[in-house]
């Protein structure tokens, strides 16, 4: 096995063991394969390894990757902050937007989605420790915009996203909690299938209260180096 294989394969036992010792299925956690500064050349070992989802935090990085990786068969994960003037390309190119954190980003996503792509898939991003970053709304509007997210065309609202502060277990606990609460003002509850939360550091605790996708980068591809 190359490196790239075996560290996938080393973060799907881990995936494997958090879910076993939560009395959950393995199947019921999807890893998200964060490749945010990595060159193209490595998504596409990593695609040979089997892994097909994969996160992109910036906007023309990501578009370089889709044109560069477009004879495989990606599914596209936009996990980075959403800016509204930003929103035609995500809605045009990415499976999935997790950073939904506004009704206007919903709506323009839902406008510039082409009726002949298969919906957009959305999460509606939470700032749910209260930490001091514009990025989530806050757990008392996530009511109000599942209902409006929720009726609006041409998306599928699959859940919550959120990235608490480090050694904050009870954050994803509180998530789980927000989650299955709004469950009945989805126009689709059954499109409410989703809970995106746990990184590298803390996947396991993130899987015990509930994760269904966890999004990994740093145990996947190594550190990343932001100098380039
Ligand atoms: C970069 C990033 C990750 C991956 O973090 P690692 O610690 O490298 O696993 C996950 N989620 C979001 C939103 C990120 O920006």
């Given at each position: 096995m190359n490196t790239l294989q075996q560290a996938r394969a080393q973060v799907l036992q881990q995936i494997q063991q958090a879910s076993t010792a939560a009395g959950r299925?393995?199947?019921?956690v999807q890893l998200l394969a964060?490749?945010?500064?990595?060159?193209s050349e490595m998504l596409r070992e990593m695609y040979a390894a089997g892994q097909r989802a994969f996160g992109e935090n910036y906007l023309q990085e990501s578009l370089d990757k889709i044109e560069a990786l477009k004879d495989l068969e990606i599914e596209w994960h936009f996990i980075g902050h959403v800016q509204r003037n930003k929103t035609k390309h995500l809605a045009s190119s990415f499976?999935?937007?997790?950073g939904v954190d506004r009704l206007i980003i919903a709506e323009r996503l839902s406008s510039q989605r082409?009726?002949?792509?298969?919906p957009l898939n959305i999460c509606l991003q939470v700032n749910i420790d209260a930490q001091?970053?514009?990025?989530g709304c806050q757990p008392n509007e996530v009511a109000d915009l599942v209902a409006q997210i929720s009726a609006?065309?041409?998306?599928?609202?699959r859940g919550l996203m959120v990235i608490p502060?480090?050694?904050?277990p009870q954050a994803f606990t509180d998530a789980k909690t927000l989650f299955e609460q709004v469950k009945?003002?989805?126009?689709?509850?059954?499109?409410?299938d989703t809970l995106s939360m746990g990184m590298s550091s803390d996947m396991t605790d993130a899987i015990a209260a509930g994760s269904t996708m966890v999004r990994v980068g740093t145990a996947l591809f190594g550190a990343r180096d932001y100098s380039k």
């Open positions: 299925t393995a199947e019921s964060v490749s945010k500064t990595h060159p499976a999935w937007v997790h082409e009726e002949t792509q298969a001091d970053t514009k990025d609006l065309p041409n998306l599928r609202l502060a480090p050694n904050h009945e003002l989805h126009a689709k509850p059954e499109d409410w």
